[in-house]
């Protein structure tokens, strides 16, 4: 039992990534019906947003302390964060929770960034073949991959998680089967993970803002007879799609250490899930995320792998393929959605 639960909250953090991901990349086929293959760098800039947050704040300022030696017998460099210099315990604070501080940062850079993207280049491939669509925006993802091997190195970054969450949740007492231990940190980006997109669907559904942009993924042409810019609220919609993917990069740096290849890494299987829930299903794209979260944990189990060797590896998309098979749209897909 104590296996079978631990392989579930593995399978829904993991999950919970996957989700987000094929969230912001269901929402930027949906309305402006663009193959995003650049959606899993801007998981990696909301990663490498903390990176920089975490880096401004731990700046350190030095001082000389003649009252402590070293042992060769000079005064000791005492080394002490900038903001914690200046505010005291409020600094402290500050440089213990920076990876979740960061999400302030990371927000309008990311807003601003998928805007300029929508506006600087996807704009011009609307009505292009999917294929090229693919092309030039695998194109971008490895441009920017590139700039951020050039300015951070190639060699993963840790990130630490808050001290107050670095240890293990007893979650087995909370089940009713005392001793199943789980990080804390894991908890949170679950939680995190099902608060955002909770709040996305909400504003789709419960907003007039997100009532339009649904009638306009529908049938763009009416919404525009109705005299309503709904290119404008697409734009913004492709800007809200990157903070998704971007704040789901950043709550996950404690958990994956940022690399320059980590949005490469997360966009392949986050494709595969849009494809298995249906291209164009947001509620599709989330469920078919957890889902092969799910399955993907579980075949990793040391029992499974040692009757079908290999199969965590492939799991996913010997899923793909089955789902496919038997409803070609996708578990939730709609009606004409790449079937032209």
Same mark, same amino acid.
């Given at each position: 039992?104590?296996?079978? =639960?631990?392989?579930?909250?593995?399978?829904?953090?993991?999950?919970?990534?996957?989700?987000?991901?094929?969230?912001?990349?269901?929402?930027?086929?949906?309305?402006?019906?663009?193959?995003?293959?650049?959606?899993?760098?801007?998981?990696?800039?909301?990663?490498?947003? *903390?990176?920089?947050?975490? !880096?401004?704040?731990?700046?350190?300022?030095?001082?000389?302390?003649?009252?402590?030696?070293?042992?060769?017998?000079?005064?000791?460099?005492? !080394?002490?964060?900038?903001?914690?210099?200046?505010?005291?315990?409020?600094?402290?604070?500050?440089?213990?929770?920076?990876?979740?501080?960061?999400?302030?940062?990371?927000?309008?850079?990311?807003?601003?960034?998928?805007?300029?993207?929508?506006?600087?280049?996807?704009?011009?491939?609307? !009505?292009?073949?999917?294929?090229?669509?693919?092309?030039?925006?695998?194109?971008?993802?490895?441009?920017?991959?590139?700039?951020?091997?050039?300015?951070?190195?190639?060699?993963?970054?840790?990130?630490? *998680?808050?001290?107050?969450?670095?240890?293990?949740?007893?979650?087995?007492?909370?089940?009713?089967?005392?001793?199943?231990?789980?990080?804390?940190?894991?908890?949170?980006?679950?939680?995190?993970?099902?608060?955002?997109?909770?709040?996305?669907?909400?504003?789709?559904?419960?907003?007039?803002?997100?009532? =339009?942009?649904?009638?306009?993924?529908?049938?763009?042409?009416?919404?525009?007879?109705?005299?309503?810019?709904?290119?404008?609220?697409?734009?913004?919609?492709?800007?809200? *799609?990157?903070?998704?993917?971007?704040?789901?990069?950043?709550?996950?740096?404690?958990?994956?250490?940022?690399?320059?290849?980590?949005?490469?890494?997360?966009?392949?299987?986050?494709?595969?899930?849009?494809?298995?829930?249906?291209?164009?299903?947001?509620?599709?794209?989330?469920?078919?995320?957890?889902?092969?979260?799910?399955?993907?944990?579980?075949?990793?189990?040391?029992? =499974?792998?040692?009757?079908?060797?290999?199969?965590?590896?492939?799991?996913?998309?010997?899923?793909?393929?089955?789902?496919?098979?038997?409803?070609?749209?996708?578990?939730?897909?709609?009606?004409? =959605?790449?079937?032209?």
């Amino acid at each position: 039992m104590d296996q079978l =639960v631990l392989q579930l909250l593995n399978g829904l953090d993991k999950g919970g990534a996957y989700a987000l991901i094929a969230l912001g990349l269901t929402l930027v086929f949906g309305t402006l019906g663009v193959v995003n293959f650049a959606h899993g760098a801007l998981f990696m800039i909301g990663a490498f947003c *903390a990176v920089v947050f975490s !880096r401004l704040i731990q700046l350190e300022t030095v001082t000389i302390d003649p009252e402590k030696l070293t042992p060769w017998g000079s005064p000791m460099e005492i !080394r002490t964060p900038l903001v914690q210099a200046w505010l005291g315990d409020f600094g402290a604070f500050l440089v213990q929770w920076s990876v979740p501080l960061s999400i302030l940062i990371a927000i309008p850079v990311m807003l601003l960034i998928g805007i300029a993207m929508e506006r600087g280049l996807i704009r011009f491939f609307y !009505r292009r073949p999917h294929a090229e669509q693919i092309l030039v925006t695998f194109g971008l993802a490895i441009v920017l991959q590139e700039l951020v091997k050039a300015n951070f190195g190639a060699n993963p970054i840790p990130m630490s *998680a808050p001290s107050a969450l670095a240890g293990s949740a007893d979650v087995g007492a909370w089940l009713g089967f005392p001793g199943i231990y789980y990080p804390w940190w894991r908890l949170v980006y679950l939680a995190f993970a099902f608060v955002l997109v909770g709040g996305v669907m909400a504003f789709l559904r419960f907003t007039t803002y997100g009532m =339009v942009v649904r009638a306009g993924m529908e049938d763009r042409q009416t919404v525009g007879f109705l005299g309503i810019d709904i290119q404008k609220r697409f734009t913004v919609v492709f800007g809200i *799609a990157a903070v998704v993917a971007g704040l789901a990069g950043v709550m996950y740096t404690p958990i994956v250490p940022p690399n320059y290849h980590i949005g490469m890494d997360f966009l392949v299987l986050s494709f595969v899930v849009v494809v298995v829930g249906g291209m164009g299903s947001v509620p599709g794209a989330v469920f078919a995320g957890f889902l092969l979260g799910i399955l993907q944990s579980f075949a990793s189990m040391n029992e =499974v792998k040692s009757i079908l060797p290999g199969i965590d590896q492939v799991i996913i998309y010997l899923v793909a393929v089955v789902v496919l098979l038997v409803l070609p749209r996708g578990l939730m897909g709609r009606k004409g =959605v790449m079937e032209n």
